[in-house]
């Protein structure tokens, strides 16, 4: 049985008791101690309890990091994230501080087939071709500066001989 009494400023007095029950003559059966604790030394004695258990956190995250570190980079941050139980925000803060890119999944886009006939046929034609959409087509043909199949075969959009908007 503990008991803590007050015992003046900033100070405890613990009372550790092995006690039945007094006995007729008025003596106290059992062993009892009296500690008093002061009120800093269980501040301080907290503090480091607070401390080694932050320190067994620190350690149990840097074996988790070192399973979770080899992924990045490799894969997406979300399928990392769900791999691991990790919050994605906390996996892309992990690998950006590392300066580790991003993962950039393989294009899926033959484009050693495609950038040859560029220009050459519609981008509509060769997206139907592939099955990827012709804006995709577009933005790779302006980014190379290949010039649009009708552009080649009418010049600047239009057909000769008439005005107004670009034929279509």
């Keep these: ?4 009494v007050h015992g003046g400023l900033g100070e405890l007095i613990f009372i550790d008791a092995n006690i039945d029950a007094p006995t007729p003559e008025g003596d106290m059966p059992g062993e009892c101690r ?7 030394n269980m501040v301080e004695k907290a503090k480091r309890k607070r401390l080694e258990r932050k320190e067994d ?8 990091w070192k399973e979770v570190d080899p992924y990045l980079g490799t894969m997406p941050d979300p399928d990392i994230g769900r791999k691991f139980k990790i919050a994605t ?22 484009w050693d087939e495609i ?3 560029l220009g050459k046929e519609p981008d509509t034609a060769l997206a139907k071709e592939f099955g990827v959409y012709s804006g995709t087509l577009r933005r790779k043909r ?9 552009l080649q075969k009418f010049g600047k959009g239009r ?3 008439r005005s107004g908007p670009p034929s279509k």
């Excluded at 049985?1 to 803590?4: E, I, L, N």
């Excluded at 302006?142 to 009708?150: C, M, S």
């Design 57 to 64: 956190q620190k350690r149990a995250l840097a074996e988790k």
């Design 142 to 150: 302006q980014f190379l500066e290949i010039a649009a199949y009708d």
């Design 1 to 4: 049985m503990y008991d803590a």
């Design 34 to 40: 009296v500690r008093k604790v002061s009120c800093a």
């Design 115 to 117: 950038i040859p006939r």
């Design 159 to 161: 057909k000769p001989g």
């Design 89 to 110: 925000s906390t996996i892309t803060s992990r690998r950006l501080r590392k300066k580790i890119p991003a993962y950039v999944p393989p294009s899926r886009v033959p």
